[in-house]
């Protein structure tokens, strides 16, 4: 089975469990992440509290209700992970958490479909309070995502409802709303998109447009946020009221978790203020179609444009998909960080000004990372340029890989491009909402590996894998593929094509950025030298994924070929624009797809970085722990050892740099 066409789409996916992932790098990765972290995260969602939320509600404890309001989210989106993980690979013990997790919602879960665990357990006769703030919908949301997998998975009915349910109640509830009843935190608008394409009932993407559209159209916002704020701050001492009466009774063990480090530039509170206030931080200040560049919460603006390239794929809003690939140039060209995260405000955990990449301040959440994962696929099979997957391809490997440790046991929430012996992984968060975020993209990498329509067949990323693709639903048609990639430590690929029979279609191969004069053999005979004009970019980050593209190949395919690829691999030397006050005279490296960055535990001294310094011509490389590093030579004749962005921060505290002061002539 595929996944459907949508009407304004380019091409459609391959669902992952049709795709076996095999390669040497990703591999690793993704056992780390089924056989550790899940369980990992298992244990910490229990030892929080945050299970025991769902069994207090159900009534089956007396304890008080633990942690953040918006909590419950993180239970579900492990749920979600753990079943993406299982649609692939079979673990009687996961998917017996999972079945007992489901069963607990549904008995948490009220007769009309609702479950937000903060109003059931402190505020049980209120409902629908302070949009913009508190997180209902926004929990809501992951609860419908963590549903439509399980159901993927289990094709029960059973936990299907849990998110039908919820999705109904909201329907009924929100079918008039206004524009103060939108969401502040997007994610609402996904999953009832998700729901809608399951299963064909137009009023699951009816509810998710009217929220997306009725977005900025708030005529006073401040003061929709300024209610809203006493409203919430009467609700918390309410609460605090509650946990000082409970705990004088019963005397408990202080639960101590990691919180987030809030240190910024100068101004940062009355930024924070003035963006909250004038509706930036909550993507409310304008209208969806009229946001040309991306603005306030990071995660926030990665959901909300995801959601809004999804109703153009169903709708064939033009308006709304201008505004998108223009607030995605501005992003790119302007507020992005040059490993793929975004962010650079701590407190807003959100955008700055155009320019404006503190590499200490840098905040780059690790979920800011994913949800613009998210929105470059999608706008990818909206619109087919190659653009989005080479970023897809970027942030994969940098600024969202590097958010969980090779162990699959602690984890970075934020990430930072300098770093002086301050700062760690931890194993849990107050808010934890990246570490499965980071888990149920892992269990879904394999989704973004290609896309087809009944002429095409795209190759967007190189992963080693093996699946079956019928291009038109016909037997005849169908083309087994095993890809094998050295990526990306080495540029070389064999991709081997079975076809039943001959076959007329385009494969369409991208071609990354980070490369130069790629060759491409077809059944051993050297494709001819092929052209693509590329209008140059000076990025704010240094990366350009604008130069990549496609080659599109038409044949008459044999019922065996072999397609060899060479992505010749260098050092390639980064430069901010002008612009970009704190990298002036700086350089920051690459080869593939990594990011490359200098810590203290392989440079003891790691202070000749911050003088002026220059690498020879071509480094030499080596192997060591499992991953490349990459062993450099300065004009002073010094060695300095550079790995990989995603792999820094694995032994304990160290200083970190990506950005060094480059030696002028």
């Not at 992003?331 to 995260?341: A, D, E, F, W």
């Not at 060479?566 to 920051?588: C, E, G, T």
Request: charged letters at 25%.
């Amino acid at each position: 089975m595929t996944s459907g066409l949508s009407r304004f789409k380019v091409s459609k996916e391959i669902p992952i469990e049709q795709i076996k992932i095999t390669d040497e790098f990703w591999s690793e990765k993704l056992k780390v992440n089924r056989e550790s972290a899940i369980f990992h995260q298992w244990e910490k969602l229990e030892e929080s509290g945050t299970i025991d939320n769902f069994r207090i509600v159900k009534g089956d404890i007396d304890k008080f209700r633990e942690g953040y309001l918006y909590v419950d989210s993180d239970a579900h989106k492990w749920a979600e992970a753990a079943a993406t993980i299982l649609l692939s690979h079979d673990n009687s013990n996961l998917l017996d958490l999972l079945k007992e997790y489901l069963d607990l919602l549904r008995a948490a879960q009220e007769e009309d479909g609702y479950i937000f665990t903060y109003n059931q357990y402190h505020f049980p006769t209120k409902r629908w309070i302070n949009h913009q703030i508190e997180h209902e919908l926004y929990c809501l949301g992951h609860l419908i995502e963590a549903s439509i997998v399980s159901y993927n998975l289990t094709k029960s009915n059973h936990f299907l409802e849990l998110g039908k349910t919820a999705a109904n109640l909201l329907v009924q509830e929100f079918h008039t709303a206004s524009a103060r009843n939108t969401p502040g935190h997007p994610e609402i608008e996904l999953a009832l998109i998700k729901l809608y394409r399951l299963t064909n009932e137009k009023k699951y993407l009816n509810l998710a447009q009217k929220f997306v559209d009725k977005r900025g159209k708030f005529l006073i916002f401040g003061l929709r946020i300024f209610r809203e704020n006493l409203s919430q701050q009467n609700r918390t001492q309410k609460v605090s009221k509650q946990k000082d009466l409970y705990y004088n009774a019963i005397v408990t063990k202080e639960k101590i978790m990691s919180d987030l480090s809030k240190e910024g530039p100068r101004g940062l509170g009355l930024r924070f203020f003035i963006s909250a206030f004038t509706g930036k931080y909550f993507q409310q200040n304008k209208r969806i179609r009229r946001q040309n560049k991306p603005v306030g919460h990071c995660v926030r603006w990665g959901y909300l444009v995801t959601a809004s390239t999804m109703i153009y794929q169903e709708t064939g809003n033009k308006k709304i998909l201008n505004s998108l690939q223009k607030a995605w140039n501005n992003m790119v060209s302007k507020r992005m960080y040059v490993t793929g995260g975004i962010g650079s405000l701590p407190l807003l955990e959100g955008f700055g000004r155009n320019f404006e990449l503190n590499n200490k301040y840098a905040y780059n959440e690790t979920c800011a990372a994913i949800s613009s994962v998210f929105w470059n696929w999608e706008m990818l099979l909206a619109t087919g340029d190659a653009k989005y997957a080479d970023l897809l391809e970027w942030q994969l490997y940098n600024a969202v890989l590097v958010g969980m440790s090779e162990d699959g046991k602690t984890y970075f929430y934020r990430n930072p491009l300098e770093v002086d012996q301050t700062f760690e992984r931890k194993e849990w968060y107050k808010t934890a909402c990246c570490p499965s975020n980071v888990s149920r993209t892992l269990g879904n990498i394999a989704k973004y590996l290609y896309s087809f329509d009944e002429n095409n067949l795209w190759i967007h990323q190189y992963i080693g894998n093996k699946t079956a693709i019928s291009i038109n639903e016909d037997e005849k048609t169908e083309i087994k593929i095993e890809l094998k990639s050295e990526i990306p430590w080495e540029g070389q690929i064999v991709i081997n094509l079975e076809c039943k029979e001959n076959l007329n279609f385009f494969l369409n191969l991208r071609i990354p950025s980070w490369t130069k004069n790629p060759e491409i053999k077809i059944n051993g005979e050297v494709l001819g030298e092929f052209d693509f004009e590329i209008k140059e970019v000076i990025t704010a980050s240094g990366i350009t994924p604008f130069e990549s593209y496609y080659v599109s190949l038409k044949e008459n395919w044999k019922t065996k070929n072999t397609i060899e690829i060479n992505f010749p691999m260098s050092i390639k030397k980064h430069k901010s624009h002008k612009k970009v006050r704190n990298n002036k005279n700086r350089i920051a490296i690459s080869r593939g797809p990594l990011i490359y960055c200098f810590e203290s535990l392989d440079n003891p001294r790691l202070d000749v970085l911050k003088e002026k310094v220059d690498f020879m011509n071509e480094p030499i490389s080596l192997i060591s722990e499992g991953e490349k590093l990459l062993k450099l030579k300065t004009n002073k004749n010094e060695d300095l050892i550079a790995r990989p962005y995603y792999s820094w921060g694995n032994r304990g505290k160290s200083s970190m740099l990506v950005w060094v002061r480059k030696e002028t002539t």
